[in-house]
């Protein structure tokens, strides 16, 4: 059965008059009389009662009537779903982060997005910059808020998003609290808070060059998964901590935060995605990011 000889049987059935219906279809009388011919030829049924005066549904054609009303309806939401969806308006996107990222910038964007865009889902996962990484190469992770450092970036793409620095988490009773800023050598015979090694291989190197050139051993006392660990730690006494600045719009009690003097590494996060990437919702993302909208 034809879409098109619904509509001209729901038009004939609405109007219950040949000559307006097809008035309203923009097509002239007969030939809409025969597609409608067609129509019960094709079904084996009579959908209309004609006489010259009258034209009045039949039984089978009020039942037809009902599912060509539900039919057609479904038709219009699908066809509305699947250009909104081909829009990026419509759909779903998986976006993975890192911690800093939803401390800092990661929240504006996420605002900004559901306003442009509210029937869009967005499915946010934390991970490591290297876990993003290997998901959005095989597949399971459409795009990701990172922190590169010296990672094997083909065939991918990215758009830088932010930018920050580090600062110094220390115990509020500590001597530092006290200071306007305190250089990287001042680190030296502290206990000092640090993440993994794992987590992050590049940007723990980077640190540790950075040591290396200010002749500093760094006392490591305990190594973290997340800088709100860190923080947490702080503030229990065990030890200073160095963190993005964005941690420090969150306060902690016991904790104050200290800017760090000196050379450090760059805090960038970028969002990346394959380059081959022709995902809707991921075009309206960048738009988003990028202030297009």
Wanted: hydrophobic share 40%; proline share 5%.
């Amino acid at each position: 059965m034809e879409f098109r000889l619904l509509r001209y049987f729901l038009a004939v059935a609405e109007e219950l008059h040949f000559g307006r219906a097809a008035q309203r279809l923009h097509i002239s009388q007969p030939p809409l009389s025969q597609q409608i011919m067609k129509l019960e030829d094709e079904l084996g049924v009579q959908l209309f009662i004609r006489t010259k005066r009258n034209v009045s549904l039949t039984e089978a054609g009020k039942s037809l009537e009902h599912y060509a009303i539900k039919i057609l309806s479904l038709i219009e939401t699908a066809q509305r779903d699947v250009r909104e969806v081909a829009a990026g308006m419509r759909g779903f996107m998986s976006l993975g982060y890192v911690g800093p990222a939803m401390d800092g910038v990661l929240p504006d964007i996420i605002r900004r997005f559901k306003r442009r865009y509210p029937e869009v889902e967005l499915r946010l996962r934390q991970m490591t910059s290297n876990e993003q990484l290997a998901e959005i190469r095989n597949g399971s992770l459409h795009a990701g808020i990172v922190r590169l450092s010296g990672q094997d970036m083909r065939n991918l793409d990215t758009i830088p998003i932010h930018q920050e620095t580090y600062v110094l988490a220390v115990p509020s009773e500590h001597h530092m609290a006290r200071e306007k800023g305190v250089s990287i050598c001042a680190l030296a015979n502290k206990p000092l808070i640090f993440f993994a090694r794992k987590l992050q291989p590049g940007l723990y190197e980077e640190w540790h060059r950075i040591f290396l050139q200010e002749d500093l051993v760094p006392d490591i006392v305990q190594e973290t998964t997340s800088y709100h660990s860190s923080i947490a730690l702080v503030s229990a006494g065990l030890g200073i901590a160095i963190v993005p600045e964005s941690s420090a719009r969150h306060k902690r009690k016991g904790v104050r935060f200290v800017k760090l003097n000196g050379k450090k590494p760059k805090m960038i996060l970028h969002l990346c995605y394959p380059e081959t990437s022709i995902h809707p919702v991921l075009n309206s993302f960048k738009t988003v990011i990028q202030g297009k909208e």
